[in-house]
C-alpha cells in the first residue's frame, strides 16, 4: 500500500502534466512569431487588467515588430494579427483554408453563443449567403433622413432637459442613457418598424450585461477558459450573465412579434428587416433560431456600434473646444436647414472627426473568428496548422504609429485631409490597404456602413448645431474591452 503523502504528491504531478498539455502550444504552431507567456497573461486577467491595458503593455511591443502574435484566448492558443498585409490576406480568403466561426461554435454551449446564435456576421458559406441575400435590401434602404433628424434634435432636447434638473448642482448631466436611448429607438423604427422606448438601459445594455460580469473573478476568467461553462457546477455570475441575456432576448423578439401582430406594413416598408425575416421564417427558408440569432445579432450591432462612437465623439469634442468651434462653423455655414445625405458628404471635417474617432474608438476592438481547414501560410513564411483560430485587432492596426505616425495615438481629425475628396479618398485607401478596419474588409465588410455614417453625421450636426459642451468636473470614463467604455461620461451643455 502507498503511503498516503505519495498518492498526494503523484496525483498533483499527474493534475499539473495534465495542465502543461493543455496549455502548450500545438504540434506544428509557427514558432517564427513571438508567444505572449500564458501565466503572465492569466495573472493579468485575475488582477482585473483591461483588453486596453493588456494590449499596450503585453501585446504592442512584439506584434508591431513581427505583425503577429500567438496568445491564449478562449481556451486555446490563437494567433493575433495587425500587420496590414497579413489582414488583407485574412478577409480576402472568403472560402478555402479559412472558415469564419462566431461564439455558436466557437464557444458551444455558452451564453453568448445561446444568445447570439447563427447570424449574418458570424455565420460562413451557403448559410451567410442566404442571409446576406435575404438582409441585405433591409440594410440597405434609402434613408429617411428627415425622421432620423427628428430623433437626433429630440435627443438635443433631452440633453438639455437632464442639463437643466442639475444646472443648480454645477455639474453635467449623464449623457449615457440619453444617447443609449437614441440609438436604440433609432434602430428600432427604422429596421424592427416599432418603438423601443420603454427599454431600460442598465439592464438591458449588453456592454452592462457584459461589464457586471467582468467585475467578477470568475466572470473574468469566463473568455480566457470557456470551459467554465461546461462544469457541473454553474457559478452564479454565470447563472445571472445567461439569464439576463435570456431577458434581453425575450425582450428583443417579444418587441418583433407585436409588431408583427399589428398588421402587415405600410406602403414602402415591406423591406424592413422585421418583415424580411419573417417572411422567411414563415416560408421555411430560416428556422426560428436563425430568426431569433439575427434579431439579437442586429439589435445589438445596430445600435451599440453608433453610439459608442458617438459617445467617444462627444467626448474628443468636449476636450477640444477649438475643433469643436470650426465643426459648427462647417456646419452652420455650409448645410441647409433641410439637408439631404449629400449634402452631409460635402462636410470634410465633419466626417474626418467620424472617421477619427472609428480609429481611435473601434466599435470591434479585437475580434478572433477565423479558423484554418487546412496548412496555410501566412505572409512568405508564417504557417499555420489545420484547426488554429487567428483574429485581429483594430485597436492594435489604428494606433500603430508605423502605420498612423508618432502621433497614432492621440485625436487628430486633420490627418484625413482638409477637403472632401481628401477625406473619402483617404478613408477608402486606408480600409482597401488593411490599415483602418472598423467595418471589416473586402467580401465581409459591414453592410451597415453607410446608414451608421449617416445616422452619426445627422446626429453630430444637429448636436453642434444646438448645443455647446465640455467635460464636466466629475466625469467618469474607464477602459472596457478594448475602447474607452464612455457611457458614465458626464458632460456640461450650453
Partial sequence: MYPPVFLLVLSMLIILSGIFYAISLPKGFPCNIPVIPFWRHTLDVAKGMSRADLYNTRIREPIEKHGAVARW?????????TKPEFLVQIFKESRGPLTRQGFYHRVPGGYTAQFFGENIIDSDGDLHNV???????????????????????????????????????????????QVWHWAVDVFGEFFLDTQMDDLDYSQTAVQKILGARNQSFIGRFRDHFPVIEQLPYTFDISKRTRARLNKLEDTIVGHAERRLQKGPPLPGDENKLIFLLNRARKSGLISDFHYRSNL???????????????????????????????????????????????????????????????????????????????PFSLGPDILIPPGTFMGWHAYGVHTDPQLWGANAREFDPDRWGTDSRAVHSMFRSQQVTGRYIPFSLHSRRCLGVTFALTQLRVVLCELVRRLEWELSPDHVFAFSKIVLDVRDMFLGFT
Fill in 73 to 81: 484566448h478562449e481556451g486555446r492558443w490563437t494567433i493575433l494579427v
Fill in 131 to 177: 442571409f446576406v441575400k435575404l438582409l441585405r435590401p433591409g440594410i440597405l434602404r434609402p434613408v429617411n433622413i428627415t425622421r432620423m433628424r427628428e430623433m437626433s434634435q429630440l435627443l438635443v432636447q433631452k440633453l438639455l432637459r437632464d442639463q437643466q434638473a442639475v444646472f443648480a448642482s454645477g455639474i453635467g448631466c449623464h449623457i449615457g442613457s
Fill in 296 to 374: 439579437n445579432q442586429l439589435f445589438v450591432a445596430g445600435h451599440e456600434n453608433v453610439e459608442t462612437t458617438l459617445v467617444a465623439a462627444m467626448l474628443e469634442l468636449a476636450t477640444r473646444p477649438d475643433l469643436q468651434d470650426r465643426l459648427f462653423v462647417e456646419v452652420s455655414e455650409n448645410l441647409p436647414i433641410d439637408y439631404v445625405p449629400d449634402d452631409l458628404d460635402k462636410l470634410p471635417l465633419l466626417s474626418a472627426v467620424i472617421y477619427e474617432t472609428l480609429r481611435l474608438y473601434p466599435p470591434l476592438g479585437t475580434l478572433t473568428n477565423r479558423r484554418t481547414t487546412e
